[in-house]
């Protein structure tokens, strides 16, 4: 089989990791090809300014569409909202910490007035509004190892990025402060991995079995608020579904950029309707966008 992934260092990992179980499934090796896309080329550090409509993805899935490779992983929470109607996620690994983190010398508690965060989210800007107005916010991009370079180097004195992404690079010694979920949100799908191929490939049966239900239900319900609410990234939102004890849990949280809440939601359901606790949510929020 063959793989498509794009070639940063956390999507190679992300892939070699999801490759090694599915190894052990069929007994074969899985060849990877990177394939570049429009988002790893562009270099403005604004991104949410621009049609973020599968910046990440489309390459990918043009590549599993016209079988150049059997199946594609991504970051769940990269994935556009729409999928190609040809297309199918198959499989969402076990989920790894969603959390949110502060890389930082200071805590949270401890970052003063004035102290610079880098930052191209509209959701974390917005949560930083919420809680810390007086930061100065600056936009910063590039791979995972380049941000925590630019605190390490002083050039910014913070940032916020997800404790999945540091934690699959063995790079989560950086991490100063965890942010509890209900407390600075995550996106939906942070931390999940979804593994996509072609709806007729008769490699899908075998690749649903790296499907971990619950993970997948999570994040479902969560995209589904976005789904129903027909925005992608672009909107400060904040999804969180967790199933404990056996009780499945949708949060979100609605802001403006400033950092005002405009409404938040918590629903309660079974973890098969995960997909109408979002939609119900998303119908909600309707009112407050
Ligand atoms: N938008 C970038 C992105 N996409 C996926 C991750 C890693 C975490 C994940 O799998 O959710 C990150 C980095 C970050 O937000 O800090």
């Not at 983190?101 to 970052?111: A, C, M, P, R, T």
Request: glycine fraction near 6%; charge should be negative.
């Amino acid at each position: 089989m063959i793989v498509g992934t794009r070639g940063s260092q956390l999507a190679l990992k992300q892939t070699k990791d999801v490759c090694a179980d599915l190894s052990k499934i069929t007994g074969q090796d899985i060849e990877i090809n990177i394939i570049k896309t429009k988002g790893d080329k562009i270099t403005d550090s604004q991104l949410y300014n621009m049609d973020s409509k599968g910046l990440f993805t489309k390459e990918l899935d043009k590549a599993v569409l016209e079988e150049e490779v059997d199946f594609s992983v991504h970051s769940f929470k990269d994935l556009p909202t729409e999928l190609d109607e040809d297309l199918e996620i198959v499989a969402v690994p076990k989920r790894e910490a969603p959390n949110e983190v502060l890389i930082s010398d200071k805590s949270w508690d401890e970052l003063t007035e004035g102290s610079t965060l880098g930052t191209s989210s509209l959701r974390r800007e917005a949560f930083c509004n919420l809680y810390k107005k007086d930061l100065q916010l600056k936009p910063i991009r590039g791979n995972i190892e380049t941000r925590i370079n630019k605190v390490k180097d002083t050039s910014l004195d913070a940032t916020i990025m997800a404790q999945a992404g540091l934690k699959r690079l063995n790079l989560d010694n950086n991490i100063k402060t965890i942010f509890p979920l209900d407390y600075f949100t995550p996106a939906a799908g942070q931390g999940a991995l979804a593994v996509i191929t072609r709806k007729d490939s008769d490699k899908k049966e075998v690749i649903s079995k790296l499907n971990h239900y619950q993970s997948m239900q999570e994040v479902f319900g969560e995209k589904s608020i976005l789904k129903e609410l027909g925005v992608g990234c672009q909107w400060p939102i904040g999804a969180i579904a967790r199933f404990n004890n056996n009780k499945f849990n949708l949060y979100s949280i609605l802001l403006t950029q400033e950092g005002e809440i405009l409404k938040e939601c918590n629903e309660t359901g079974s973890i098969k309707d995960a997909e109408d606790l979002g939609r119900k949510i998303g119908m909600i929020f309707k009112d407050y966008v």
